[in-house]
């Protein structure tokens, strides 16, 4: 199969590429460089550079081969920054999936699997695990502007018939494991690369944002899904959207806590992590587990490396024989 693949070198992007080229398929990129690396695009994969928001330059490339399906990663993707400049995140996000959704009706690619997020369940506390059926009330304009696009696929499945796969993702995290990829963002937030640099003192002391949430030991709870078993996850998605269009909930199943993050990072990497308490940031909830029942009995799919230990343990692997990242210097 042929696959274009948008955002593909960025860190989910990346590895799904590796997955489907482990896969034996071929793959073509699209990715403006803005958060991605030219590095994390594996040798003899072509990258079209070019952003999103450009509808023409985009539509060339979508037109330039036959695609059986398209994997859409692109996007902005902080949730405190999208509280602090909503608008950036709407035109962002839904004016480059929209320019992606017309190209493929036009170009008659009728598949599309969407990196959707847990963060369309951030508003008020839900039960844990959240429930594919849970009620869609996004606690931030990042999970918002994600829930327009699904909202966009819904209508061109019913009127073009583009079968799509909303894949709501809880915490990817981790690395290849057989290192040829990782997590590198600039400026990182992410909790486990952060936890990571801090033991091998990179950064200053880690601040954990809230310890007064009602959770097990007052830090937020969240559902680490390895990035590995997110990538074997777009796979088992596309052979699911022949004949009809689906949303998932994509995670573990399990939930695990700043703190409990953090003494993972000090087994691993033999290390005293220096962390203090900070204040709450706003769009966080407390907890995010993922019911990920429906996916798993319906495609076979099952996270084989999430376990709290492996996932910092690669994410380690990586981080620590890449100091610079996939700076070269």
């Not at 007052?218 to 596309?238: I, M, N, P, Q």
Request: proline share 5%; net charge negative.
């Amino acid at each position: 199969m042929r696959y274009l693949v948008t955002g593909g070198a960025g860190f989910v992007g990346s590895h799904a590429v590796l997955g489907l080229l482990d896969a034996g398929h071929e793959v073509v990129v699209v990715d403006n460089l803005s958060t991605g690396h030219l590095a994390a695009v594996p040798s003899g994969v072509a990258l079209h550079q070019i952003d999103m928001m450009d509808a023409q330059a985009l539509d060339a490339v979508v037109g330039s081969q036959d695609f059986d399906a398209a994997l859409h990663f692109a996007a902005i993707s902080l949730v405190g920054e999208s509280m602090a400049d909503p608008l950036r995140y709407f035109e962002q996000n839904y004016i480059s999936s929209l320019n992606l959704i017309r190209a493929l009706v036009r170009h008659d690619v009728r598949k599309l699997v969407f990196s959707s997020t847990a963060a369309l369940f951030g508003g008020p506390e839900r039960d844990a695990p959240i429930p594919e059926n849970a009620p869609v009330d996004p606690g931030s304009p990042y999970g918002e502007s994600k829930y327009m696009i699904e909202r966009v696929l819904h209508w061109a499945d019913r009127i073009h018939g583009l079968r799509s796969a909303c894949l709501r993702y809880f915490n990817a995290a981790g690395a290849d494991v057989l290192g040829r990829a990782g997590e590198d963002h600039r400026p990182e937030t992410h909790l486990v690369p952060i936890a990571i640099d801090a033991a091998l003192g990179r950064r200053p002391q880690l601040s954990v944002f809230g310890t007064d949430y009602p959770t097990r030991d007052g830090t937020c709870v969240r559902d680490y899904l390895h990035v590995g078993d997110l990538s074997t996850a777009y796979e088992c998605a596309l052979a699911s959207i022949d004949d009809r269009s689906v949303r998932y909930n994509i995670g573990s199943g399990r939930g695990f806590s700043n703190i409990e993050v953090i003494r993972a990072v000090e087994r691993v990497s033999g290390r005293k992590l220096p962390w203090d308490a900070a204040p709450r940031r706003g769009g966080d909830p407390a907890t995010l587990i993922a019911d990920s029942g429906s996916f798993r009995t319906e495609t076979g799919w099952a996270p084989r490396l999430s376990d709290l230990d492996t996932i910092v343990e690669t994410a380690f692997r990586w981080r620590e024989a890449h100091p610079q990242g996939y700076c070269r210097v």
